[in-house]
């Protein structure tokens, strides 16, 4: 489901020049030395019929964040589509870390707080996060503006051994060298299960575009191969797709 056009850029930023520049060169300069990246991926659903300026704070609000310190990149705004027959979800915030330790420092951070409680949860009918240490260092930190994102959260059936599990990941990384168009592809298992309503496996592909990604999707023959290979493992799955905005986040 298309989630509701906003009727306004929400992302008017106010941010100091010189310090995201620093950021975003430290950003890349970091990323081989790091020995993990921490994947953070929060679904939000608006409430129907919710004034669109509300949605605008909001998705504005979301994407300042880039300004905390332990935050390598941060991307929020309105989802593509969703695929999933239990939920519907409008809006994502996708953003990385160096650990979980900095993950924790901006979940507790005073400006991360006040945006949820004054933005998010008053005008959100349902909320969904999930956290992974991807299995590899993404080659690019910062997502380019206009690249399609997949993420994709598979719920496993019970007592599933660390076999089975270590299976389920195998295929996904696998993914990438079955499909053409996917730049990057990150996944691993969720450790923060408070807000992920039983999701435990979970993954983030990134193509240039949405026009590589519906190219992917059209080997159909391909698609029903890979899921073959996982599907009595698998109770259920949420595929979301978004692409990330253009805007001074990502500069």
């Known amino acids: 489901m298309r989630a509701r056009p906003l009727l306004s850029t ?22 081989s030395a790091m020995s993990s990246t921490i994947e953070h991926v929060v679904l939000f659903k608006v409430k129907p019929d919710v004034d669109p300026s509300k949605v605008n704070t909001m998705v504005t609000n979301l994407n300042g964040l880039i300004s905390l310190d332990p935050v390598l990149h941060l991307t929020a705004g309105p989802v593509l589509r969703t695929g999933s027959s239990l939920f519907t ?38 909320i969904m996060a999930v956290d992974w240490v991807a299995d590899r260092t993404p080659n690019t930190i910062v997502i380019p503006p206009g690249s399609a994102v997949r993420i994709s959260f598979l719920k ?14 195998g295929v996904i990384k696998g993914i990438k060298e079955n499909f053409g168009g996917i730049e990057e592809i990150t996944c691993g298992e969720n450790f923060s299960p408070a807000r992920a309503k039983g ?41 979301v797709d978004y692409v990330v905005p253009s805007s001074p986040s990502n500069l």
């Open 156 to 169: 496993l059936k019970e007592d599933l051994g660390e076999e089975v599990k270590n299976e389920v990941l």
């Open 10 to 31: 929400p992302f008017s930023l106010t941010f100091s020049p010189p310090k995201r520049l620093s950021r975003l060169k430290s950003s890349f300069s970091v990323k």
């Open 89 to 126: 979800f409008t809006h994502m915030l996708h953003s990385r870390y160096n650990s979980k330790s900095d993950l924790d420092t901006y979940s507790q951070h005073p400006n991360h707080l006040s945006v949820v409680r004054e933005s998010v949860l008053p005008i959100c009918e349902d």
């Open 199 to 239: 999701f435990s496996i979970a993954s983030i592909a990134i193509f240039n575009g949405v026009k590589e990604m519906e190219e992917a999707d059209s080997n159909q023959e391909l698609l029903k191969l890979q899921k073959e290979k996982v599907k009595e493992h698998v109770e259920s799955v949420i595929v």
